[in-house]
């Protein structure tokens, strides 16, 4: 299926490799760049785009690193080779968090120069919110390659049979939860599932209310929990847990436990990253495929839906010895093209408004037509270069609240006071 | 350890060359190693070091860190939540351990499956044993939950309640660590002679007895070493509560470690995460020095 | 005769009790390795897989270079045990035997080491490593192994070296040998069971260890098993079929060669040195 999925690629990009490489015996002096990846961001893929790359550019040779599966993992090694200034990396694929941090780091290479006059059209062709985290401090500190976003995944089917419509707020979700678990009466079925454990993804659970009441966790670079808005999330959460629209272990659920439930068909609606759809879509064990719809996340009123943003970028380290050919890699990385081929064969979100309107993007992946209003719509977690403490304070105290163990109030106070010394 | 002093005879004086050079291949490896990154450490404890501050430079601040960390409750309740887990799962994984060498002991006539039995938890890697046990513990899928169901109790929000989080990740410690502690005694159980026991069943003392008089007291090297490691390994406790709660719910479950890890790793507050390891360093030492205090006064050698 | 048989169950039981308590997760993994990931997310919980496959051992072999892994693990584990064993055998014999002043302080210091967070260490570590040249290859995991075992093995050494009655060395002694040919014939025989477990503690630190691994030696060429399986894990989905085959694939045979390595190898010293 790789091979073919491969062949179809090379024929959908027309790669006249051959023609270039009379030439390679000629190149000079040959560089190699080294590119790191994490092990879940389709290095198999990357290692089919830089082949395209190499065989136009004979004079470099592009090695792929992959480490660690997770983000931490990633992290702890790339904090090593990084504080040590350690050359051995020329290209890094960072989460669409870290842009800042880098930045202040100073571990990301800015692109400004090796974009030169270019930079504000290349820079304007992408996403708006992917053209806004990566550019820090006026600096481009990485360039995009792939998207993804939170979804509202929600059972067809079930709506279908009850006759109701996805919901655009949060009432309208818990009241058509609490209509098809009543109808239904199988105790394995719940409402609503989102991340909860004190992981990255539970910050989205307390951001994505936040939003959807119309505010922000900043203003201006203030601090902005002084509002109702940011008791909304808890008033949320709190609700849906007492009308048993979402499970009694809320708190331990992490990012995959929700796919696993929704393909096994114990779930009616689920807040959740791209990479579900295909998932439920394609598992030989899924139980709903044919049954997903996707839509943007509710608001608390219909005009106020929200979405996190995530996705990969790719920066050039600071210390390679190779940066001018980096950059030169990175733009390539970072092109319709390589977008439109990652859309193909590994349904990673394309960064191009464009590439989702493309009919191979759209016969891999249908459903990426409705995809695109949610991601055009969604938003970023704060950017700040102490993001990762920021993130941390939000997750254990949503984490605490969920699991019962602190009050709405003490988990508001927690965040205000810790969440104040950072954002002063 | 003999404090007299007296005039080294010559042979004295060669075992002493031998020693020194006997000693020399473990000196030449840790100088290797890890002699420049604790220094490293060390220094870097003693200033401001925060990688997403670069322009805040590297200065020298003194105690500032350590006085910051005595102020921090965050660090407070990481410190009493590490104690705790040294208090519980030290002698629980010691008297397990002991127990379960005491039954592999037993002349078997098969012995690998028994000594697989002891190796399994040991060799399966600690990442792998905090996720199986979260695996066994979570509220819908886990092993036990559905043993309650069975039985007909309501499940148990085993992982998010703290006090059942603290239990479940010390039950699961405590299978892990529990094996090195039997593999270690095991070891110390084959040296003990066997004619010891048969004399004292002919003078007919009860299994107990032979316990208490024969094993127990042939085994205190043994148990010493096993001791003493737990509590260090304990102190650093770290990927089973990483794995099975990330520290939640809230950070009821955040070891010290777990907390170095944030501070240095998500955090990169390298100066103030070197401050923190090294006052963790300095509570193991005080314990083990305790320890080892304690077994040089004892005279019961044999 | 009753009593024989009632003693016999008493064994048969103890055997039982500590087999239990170590294949119970081991047996859990290797079911699991036999299941559909739908299978695992059913309510109630199977406990022997309902319709067995191979698919998650085929997943094995595709995704990852395991058996790479694999060598390079045990490569790295049985270079760091022998260095560790050797270095910590020399060591401790000259800390319990020879008149070395100050010897408490050196055991104190050398425990010492192994009281730093290994999280902490871990930058300046990979600087040494990389101005050594040796990242990215076994030796990288190998000195650093060998490094976090030496105390533990030191330690079980010393106590068990303790237990050897000096008559023995020095008749060894009168009879010609040095006091390393009394080490080598006399000391290290009587203490196998020391010696060996000194190595199985060394054999299956280095065996677990994750962060040095990650850290040090990330690339495939000398990527550890620890590292290597986490990568069946993606960014969200934690595969646990397909991981609980790796485990199977990978922790298995190395304990059942542990297990039968060291019956043989023990009695085996045992008994020669009780003849010697």
Not at chain 1, 23 to 49: E, K, S
Not at chain 1, 97 to 126: C, F, H, N
Not at chain 3, 61 to 82: G, H, Y
Not at chain 3, 235 to 246: K, L, M, N, V, Y
Request: aromatic share 10%.
């Amino acid at each position: 299926m790789e091979h073919g999925l491969l062949r179809r690629s090379m024929a959908t990009f027309g790669l006249a490799a051959a023609l270039t490489l009379g030439g390679a015996t000629l190149a000079a002096a040959q560089t190699t760049l080294r590119i790191f990846t994490g092990g879940q961001q389709r290095p198999d893929v990357m290692r089919q785009i830089v082949d395209v790359y190499m065989k136009n550019n004979p004079n470099v040779k592009v090695d792929v690193e992959v480490g660690g599966a997770t983000s931490e993992q990633q992290q702890q090694y790339l904090n090593t080779v990084l504080a040590s200034k350690d050359s051995a990396l020329d290209l890094v694929l960072i989460d669409v968090i870290r842009p800042a941090q880098w930045s202040a780091a100073q571990w990301a290479e800015p692109l400004d120069t090796y974009l030169g006059a270019e930079k504000d059209a290349v820079m304007a062709r992408y996403l708006p919110a992917y053209r806004a985290a990566n550019i820090v401090g006026g600096k481009v500190i990485a360039l995009p390659y792939f998207a993804d976003a939170q979804f509202l995944y929600y059972r067809k089917d079930l709506l279908e049979k009850y006759g109701l419509q996805p919901p655009k707020t949060w009432d309208e979700l818990k009241a058509a939860a609490q209509k098809i678990m009543a109808g239904e009466n199988n105790p394995n079925l719940r409402g609503f599932e989102t991340a909860g454990a004190p992981i990255e993804g539970t910050v989205c659970t307390y951001l994505v209310p936040m939003w959807g009441a119309g505010e922000d966790l900043t203003k201006d670079g203030k601090l902005n929990l002084a509002g109702d808005a940011a008791k909304k999330p808890f008033a949320l959460w709190a609700d849906l847990k007492a009308a048993n629209v979402t499970p009694p272990n809320l708190a331990e659920i992490p990012t995959d436990r929700i796919r696993q439930n929704f393909q096994a068909g114990n779930l009616i609606f689920a807040m959740t990253w791209g990479y579900v759809w295909n998932r439920a879509q394609n598992d030989a064990d899924s139980t709903v495929k044919g049954k997903v719809g996707v839509v943007p996340l509710p608001g608390f009123t219909a005009d106020k839906q929200a979405t996190c943003i995530g996705g990969w970028q790719v920066a050039v380290s600071a210390f390679s010895k190779n940066k001018a050919e980096a950059a030169k890699l990175a733009r390539f990385l970072s092109s319709p093209d390589v977008s439109k081929m990652q859309a193909v064969l590994a349904s990673h979100l394309p960064v191009f408004p464009a590439v989702y309107e493309d009919k191979d993007v759209l016969a891999a992946n249908p459903w990426f037509a409705q995809a695109l209003p949610v991601v055009q719509a969604a938003r970023s977690r704060p950017v700040t270069p102490r993001y990762t403490e920021v993130s941390e304070i939000i997750r254990t105290n949503m984490n605490a609240f969920l699991a019962g163990t602190k009050a709405a109030d003490a988990a508001l106070a927690d965040m205000n006071g810790r969440l104040g010394a950072i954002f002063r | 350890m003999s404090t007299i002093k007296h005039r080294l005879t010559p042979l004295e004086r060669s075992e002493r060359r031998l020693g020194f050079a006997m000693l020399a291949p473990a000196f030449l490896l840790l100088a290797a190693v890890v002699v420049y990154p604790i220094a490293d450490l060390i220094r870097a404890s003693f200033t401001f070091l925060h990688l997403a501050q670069p322009w805040m430079g590297n200065p020298f601040v003194g105690f500032d860190n350590y006085a910051k960390a005595l102020g921090d409750e965050r660090f407070l309740e990481a410190v009493w939540h590490t104690v705790l887990y040294v208090i519980v799962t030290v002698p629980g994984a010691v008297v397990v351990g002991l127990g379960l060498a005491l039954l592999a002991n037993k002349p078997f006539t098969i012995k690998w499956p028994v000594r697989l039995g002891l190796l399994l938890p040991w060799a399966l890697p600690l990442v792998f044993s905090g996720l199986i046990f979260r695996w066994f513990f979570e509220y819908n899928q886990g092993i036990a939950n559905a043993i309650l169901r069975g039985l007909g109790f309501a499940p148990l929000n085993w992982l998010t309640d703290p006090t059942l989080a603290f239990l479940t990740i010390c039950l699961a410690i405590i299978w892990k660590a529990s094996s090195f502690v039997a593999l270690v005694l095991l070891a110390g159980l084959q040296t003990i002679p066997k004619s010891y026991y048969e004399a004292a069943e002919v003078d007919g003392a009860s299994a107990w007895q032979q316990f208490r008089e024969i094993t127990l007291p042939m085994l205190r090297p043994a148990i010493f070493v096993a001791l003493i490691f737990r509590t260090i390994t304990a102190i650093q406790t770290f990927d089973i509560p990483y794995a099975m709660t990330n520290g939640g719910p809230g950070n009821a479950t955040e070891t010290l470690a777990m907390y170095i890890h944030k501070t240095t790793v998500d955090f990169l507050d390298i100066g103030y995460g070197s401050a923190l390891a090294v006052l963790m360093f300095i509570v193991s030492a005080v314990i083990t020095s305790g320890y080892l205090r304690y077994t040089r006064r004892d005279p019961g050698r044999h | 005769m009753p009593r024989l048989g009632n003693r016999r169950t008493m064994i048969v039981l103890a055997g039982l009790i500590v087999a239990a308590n170590g294949f119970f997760p081991a047996l859990w993994i290797l079911f699991t390795s036999f299941k559909t990931e739908a299978e695992l997310m059913r309510v109630p919980i199977t406990i022997w897989p309902a319709a067995p496959t191979f698919e998650n051992y085929v997943r094995v072999f595709v995704d990852q270079p395991i058996l790479r892994f694999l060598f390079n693990s045990v490569a790295v584990a049985v270079l760091s045990t022998l260095l560790c064993v050797s270095v910590s055998s020399l060591a401790a014999y000259a800390l319990v035997r020879l008149r070395v002043p100050g010897a408490g302080v050196i055991l104190s210091i050398l425990l010492a080491i192994a009281m730093f967070p290994l999280i902490s260490l871990m930058t300046p570590l990979f600087q040494v490593m990389r101005d050594l040249g040796l990242l990215n290859t076994w030796w990288a995991l190998v000195f650093p192994h060998a490094v976090l075992s030496m105390p533990v093995c030191i330690l079980v050494l010393i106590s068990f070296f303790q237990d050897i009655p000096r008559d023995l060395e020095n008749a060894a002694m009168i009879d010609g040998c040095t006091r390393l040919g009394a080490l080598w014939h006399v000391v290290i025989p009587l203490t196998a069971p020391g010696v060996f477990t000194a190595a199985i503690l060394a054999f299956v630190n280095s065996w677990d260890e994750f962060l040095l691994a990650l850290t040090l030696s990330p690339r495939v060429a000398s990527r550890t098993l620890p590292v290597g399986i986490t990568l069946y894990q993606g960014e969200f989905s934690f595969p646990w079929p397909i991981i609980s085959a790796a485990l199977v694939v990978a922790i298995v045979p190395i304990c059942i060669v542990i297990a039968l390595f060291q019956e043989r190898v023990v009695s085996g010293l045992t008994s020669g040195g009780m003849k010697g």
